[in-house]
């Protein structure tokens, strides 16, 4: 019995872009799912770019997201002897032959000498792709240099890993067939390939850097929960084939098969993304999500101290999914914990500022400071009661408030919030709004 073995096989370069791990992940979660293993390969050859910084940011990257891989990291850097080795057999074999290509005089590069019949796979993705002979060309294994090609290097460490699923991104398809010959000459087994699709923009363009956050350690610190964004990279492209969204790792797991990976591109919304991370933060524990929350402002600087934690607490369960990110506490609540908030002009001028509004707002005051409780029914009945004494909408009452003890016209339902303040700090926040437009 042959387990199921796949790799992710990342070219360090110092950023993990999202594309490719979504790939580890994919390779991942078919790994679990199969009861199989999953491998990693660091494909460390660009010296340049390889360096041990580069590394572990895909190492850290990997962590962050729990893709935990099986056995030993295994380096391309360390097989440099051994594909030399194979390239030195595939000349034994007639497979490969020496030229000094365009005869600059700088050396001989090994080349490998295409089968000269088409060749053709079965992509779990793409289903069946062919290549005919004529367009499959002779292509270098060993430069002149004597360093090893990308296509050496990554068949001979599939074949030493025993990889039987190669699961990678679209821009690899038109080596694959140079893969298979390469496999097929060193009497190896083929393993099976399956090609992503292409993250694309809204434009349908290749999604990069231009496009927003592109890279695992941005999604990081723009406070992405990792349970989100695996989830999220997950759907793109996969589906369980329900309608379920939010999923859990486990979910994930269980559900996971390449059958259901789509060959069409997929796009990255943000809009959904956060959205997802706002599920996710909603299935935590409330005390940790407000003790993130806390973290975020105070990385920020934006955190008081003093702040009741209580009150912290209750204000971040009132802000409920209007907080997709933990940082968003800081940017869109700040007036809970800030007796001197900003005045939004526009709110001003359109709630406080027209005939009667404030007028009507010291009513509303009287009518708060003697409401029998500060629960938000209460407040509600009070508020309500008010409005039909008065014969006016709901509305009328409503938005002045707001903006009375919030300075903006936008944020939580006005009478939990309400509650959430109490009442000292809400008549303290009216009087202020008062002594502010009706000097
Ligand atoms: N290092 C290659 C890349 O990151 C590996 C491709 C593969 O998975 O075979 O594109």
Same mark, same amino acid.
């Given at each position: 019995?042959?387990t199921?073995?796949?790799?992710?096989?990342?070219?360090?370069?110092?950023?993990?872009?999202?594309?490719?791990?979504?790939?580890?992940?994919?390779?991942?979660?078919?790994?679990?799912?199969?009861?199989?293993?999953?491998?990693?390969?660091?494909?460390?050859?660009?010296?340049?770019? *390889?360096?041990?910084?580069?590394? !572990?940011?895909?190492?850290? *990257?990997?962590?962050?997201?729990?893709?935990?891989?099986?056995?030993?990291?295994?380096? !391309?850097?360390? !097989?440099?002897?051994?594909?030399?080795?194979?390239?030195?057999?595939?000349?034994?074999?007639?497979?490969?032959?020496?030229?000094?290509?365009?005869?600059?005089?700088?050396?001989?590069?090994v080349?490998? $000498?295409?089968?000269?019949?088409?060749?053709g796979?079965?992509?779990?993705?793409?289903g069946?792709?062919?290549?005919?002979a004529?367009?499959?060309?002779?292509?270098?294994?060993? $430069?002149?240099?004597?360093?090893?090609?990308?296509?050496l290097?990554?068949?001979?460490?599939?074949?030493?890993?025993?990889?039987t699923?190669?699961?990678?991104?679209?821009?690899?398809?038109?080596?694959?067939?140079?893969?298979?010959?390469?496999?097929?000459?060193?009497?190896?087994?083929?393993?099976?390939?399956?090609?992503?699709?292409?993250?694309?923009?809204?434009?349908?363009?290749?999604y990069?850097?231009?496009?927003?956050?592109?890279?695992?350690?941005?999604?990081?610190?723009?406070?992405?929960?990792?349970?989100?964004?695996?989830?999220?990279?997950?759907?793109?492209?996969?589906?369980?084939?329900?309608?379920?969204?939010?999923?859990?790792?486990? %979910?994930?797991?269980?559900?996971?098969?390449?059958?259901?990976?789509?060959?069409?591109?997929? !796009?990255?919304?943000?809009?959904?993304?956060?959205?997802m991370?706002?599920?996710?933060? $909603?299935?935590?524990?409330?005390?940790?999500?407000?003790?993130?929350?806390?973290?975020?402002? %105070?990385?920020?600087?934006?955190?008081?101290?003093?702040?009741?934690?209580?009150?912290?607490?209750?204000?971040?369960?009132?802000?409920?999914?209007?907080?997709?990110?933990?940082?968003?506490m800081?940017?869109?609540?700040?007036?809970?914990?800030?007796?001197?908030?900003?005045?939004?002009?526009?709110?001003?001028?359109?709630?406080?500022?027209?005939?009667?509004?404030?007028?009507?707002?010291?009513?509303?005051?009287?009518?708060?400071?003697?409401?029998?409780?500060?629960?938000?029914?209460?407040?509600?009945?009070?508020?309500?009661?008010?409005?039909?004494?008065?014969?006016?909408?709901?509305?009328?009452?409503?938005?002045?408030?707001?903006?009375?003890?919030?300075?903006?016209?936008?944020?939580p339902?006005?009478?939990?919030?309400?509650?959430?303040?109490?009442?000292?700090?809400?008549?303290?926040?009216?009087?202020?709004?008062?002594?502010?437009?009706?000097?």
């Open positions: 019995m042959s199921i073995r796949t790799r992710f096989a990342p070219s360090p370069t110092g950023n993990v872009h999202i594309g490719n791990i979504r790939a580890a992940i994919y390779n991942w979660l078919f790994a679990r799912h199969e009861g199989g293993q999953f491998l990693l390969r660091i494909e460390d050859t660009d010296l340049e770019r *390889s360096t041990p910084a580069a590394t !572990q940011t895909v190492l850290d *990257s990997m962590a962050w997201l729990g893709l935990d891989y099986d056995g030993e990291v295994l380096y !391309q850097s360390t !097989q440099r002897a051994h594909h030399l080795e194979l390239a030195e057999q595939l000349l034994r074999s007639g497979h490969a032959y020496k030229e000094d290509k365009g005869g600059t005089g700088k050396g001989e590069c080349i490998f $000498r295409m089968p000269g019949t088409d060749i796979y079965h992509d779990l993705v793409k069946d792709l062919l290549k005919k004529e367009d499959l060309r002779d292509f270098v294994i060993v $430069r002149s240099d004597g360093s090893p090609v990308f296509h290097g990554n068949v001979a460490d599939d074949i030493t890993m025993g990889v699923h190669v699961i990678r991104g679209d821009d690899h398809v038109e080596n694959t067939f140079k893969h298979i010959a390469l496999y097929r000459a060193l009497g190896a087994p083929v393993p099976q390939f399956a090609h992503l699709p292409m993250i694309v923009n809204a434009q349908g363009k290749p990069s850097k231009r496009d927003g956050a592109a890279y695992v350690g941005e999604f990081r610190e723009r406070g992405f929960l990792p349970e989100a964004l695996f989830n999220s990279l997950a759907l793109l492209g996969w589906s369980p084939g329900d309608d379920r969204e939010v999923m859990t790792r486990d %979910e994930m797991v269980a559900a996971f098969t390449l059958d259901r990976v789509r060959s069409a591109p997929s !796009q990255l919304d943000m809009t959904k993304l956060l959205w991370n706002g599920e996710h933060m $909603r299935r935590m524990d409330p005390l940790a999500v407000a003790d993130a929350c806390r973290a975020a402002m %105070e990385r920020e600087g934006l955190w008081r101290d003093g702040t009741d934690m209580d009150y912290f607490r209750a204000a971040v369960a009132c802000m409920g999914d209007r907080i997709k990110l933990f940082p968003d800081g940017h869109n609540a700040a007036f809970f914990f800030d007796e001197e908030f900003p005045y939004d002009e526009k709110s001003v001028r359109k709630r406080l500022q027209k005939p009667g509004a404030l007028d009507l707002l010291r009513d509303e005051r009287a009518i708060l400071a003697a409401a029998p409780d500060f629960s938000p029914a209460a407040l509600d009945a009070a508020i309500h009661a008010l409005a039909e004494q008065r014969g006016l909408g709901l509305g009328d009452l409503v938005h002045p408030l707001r903006v009375a003890v919030s300075g903006t016209g936008v944020g339902g006005l009478f939990e919030m309400l509650a959430v303040m109490g009442r000292d700090r809400v008549l303290r926040r009216i009087d202020r709004t008062l002594s502010t437009y009706a000097p």
